[in-house]
């Protein structure tokens, strides 16, 4: 490298301290459009839902584009998880600050979820999809959804306990478990702080493993437009444009109630807060753009945490209240179970009281916490409802399985923007957020 050059990443170092303005970023911060991140996934969106309609064997048989790129994020998503929250309680050693941010967390999830499920209730009634549907149950293939409500069994509240307990330290790591990932990572950085000094190069050896694991993420980012492409091509190959349409009415019903969601409630959150919920949108856009093609939200957690980071969040916040988000925060997936239940009960004739509505709110607010890395977690945690609401028949969910995967994208991307925004209000609320630092980061147009 000649005198005076610098390389890509210095470059983005040295750029990361200019003073920015509040409108427009140095001309040096700006990559060319075909070597941004979420131009070169936009294309890849577009070029997969083109083969896979033009070429739908051929589309078919790029899944594995999809899966491999899935496999890379989530094999380095629970180291991600566990190194950031032991150097977060650990380098903090204030188990007092462990204690009122976890319980802050906590508080925000329940409030903000349930409200999810409330507009979901709300927007059914309003609306009532599936009226006039007379749907005959007795006809409908209830074995089509049996894998479904198997695991259904497990989102009981005994079984959730117990599936938040590993096997050993190190299989929580090896399944990848973000509950169990969770447990063992507060417990080992807790055993830390104990110690204290006797393990105070254990802590410094953790800070080191961070931007490792980043840069490991930042190798397989690369391959994210190639996994996208072939994520969207498999999808419209295998269930055809035609399946966009499939019950047009519930899906635009609850986009547009996932929208509006977003605008209203997230909007005004993040007002009061003192920031735009549409620049955070904006400032992970790149992010969404992945969800969107491979329909997974776990795919983008090592990128968000980096980019809250950046925006100003302590990293010991960071490191415990995104994971916690994704177990605990699915607004998203929230605001699906209840309005789905109520489309399933409608289109099969049946007239829901407000006794058995709050019974399902009451049983949608407990199975919908510790769904993440479920297997299509929106309908798992619907059969888990349904199971234990009699009035609605669970044979009625095969209704939805044409639309499953559709839905599943948009509560996947309503849960991450939820997770960001909920990791930055509890940075705030603790006295951890850099507001500076995070104007900062919303105003300037992404680099990627």
């Given at each position: 490298m000649a005198v005076g050059q610098l390389s890509n990443q210095e470059e983005d170092e040295r750029v990361d301290t200019l003073p920015i303005a509040p409108d427009r970023a140095p001309d040096v911060q700006r990559k060319p459009l075909y070597a941004r991140l979420h131009v070169q996934m936009t294309v890849a969106l577009i070029l997969g839902v083109l083969v896979g309609h033009l070429f739908p064997s051929f589309g078919i048989s790029l899944k594995p584009l999809g899966d491999i790129f899935i496999k890379l994020i989530k094999m380095v998503v629970p180291a991600i998880i566990f190194v950031n929250i032991v150097h977060g309680i650990a380098g903090s050693r204030n188990l007092a600050l462990f204690g009122r941010v976890a319980g802050t967390a906590m508080g925000y999830f329940l409030i903000v979820s349930t409200l999810a499920l409330l507009v979901g209730l709300f927007v059914g009634n309003l609306v009532q999809p599936g009226v006039g549907m007379n749907v005959d149950v007795s006809k409908l293939d209830a074995g089509a959804i049996s894998g479904y409500a198997e695991r259904a069994h497990d989102q009981s509240v005994g079984a959730f306990l117990s599936s938040a307990v590993p096997t050993t330290l190190v299989s929580s790591l090896v399944d990848g478990?973000?509950?169990?990932?969770?447990?063992?990572?507060?417990?080992?950085?807790?055993?830390?702080?104990?110690?204290?000094?006797?393990?105070?190069?254990?802590?410094?050896a953790f800070e080191d493993l961070i931007p490792i694991l980043f840069k490991i993420t930042g190798y397989i980012m690369h391959f994210?437009?190639?996994?996208?492409?072939?994520?969207?091509?498999?999808?419209?190959?295998?269930?055809?444009?035609?399946?966009?349409?499939s019950l047009a009415g519930l899906v635009g019903l609850f986009y547009a109630t996932a929208l509006g969601f977003v605008v209203v409630v997230f909007g005004l959150i993040a007002h009061f807060c003192g920031f735009s919920i549409f620049r955070l949108v904006a400032y992970i856009r790149t992010e969404l753009l992945v969800i969107l093609g491979t329909s997974s939200?776990?795919?983008?957690?090592?990128?968000?945490?980096?980019?809250?980071?950046?925006?100003?969040?302590?990293?010991?916040?960071?490191g415990l209240v995104l994971p916690m988000g994704y177990s605990f925060n699915l607004d998203g997936t929230n605001i699906y179970i209840t309005l789905a239940a109520l489309f399933v009960a409608n289109a099969c004739g049946i007239d829901l009281s407000f006794a058995d509505q709050l019974l399902l709110l009451g049983v949608a607010v407990?199975?919908?916490?510790?769904?993440?890395?479920?297997?299509?977690?929106?309908?798992?945690?619907?059969?888990?409802?349904?199971?234990?609401?009699?009035?609605?028949?669970?044979?009625?969910?095969?209704?939805?399985?044409?639309?499953?995967?559709?839905?599943?994208v948009c509560c996947a991307l309503v849960n991450f923007t939820g997770n960001a925004l909920a990791t930055i209000v509890v940075a705030k609320w603790n006295g951890a957020l850099d507001s500076s630092q995070l104007d900062q980061a919303l105003a300037v147009r992404s680099r990627d």
């Open positions: 478990n973000l509950l169990q990932v969770i447990m063992v990572s507060v417990l080992f950085g807790l055993a830390i702080v104990a110690l204290d000094a006797r393990v105070g190069s254990i802590v410094s994210a437009p190639i996994g996208v492409f072939g994520a969207m091509a498999y999808t419209i190959g295998e269930y055809g444009l035609a399946s966009l349409w939200s776990e795919t983008a957690m090592p990128n968000l945490m980096e980019k809250l980071e950046r925006a100003g969040c302590q990293k010991s916040i960071v407990v199975s919908s916490k510790g769904a993440a890395g479920v297997p299509g977690a929106g309908f798992v945690i619907l059969a888990a409802t349904l199971a234990i609401v009699p009035t609605i028949p669970l044979a009625g969910m095969a209704l939805l399985l044409g639309i499953e995967r559709f839905m599943g």
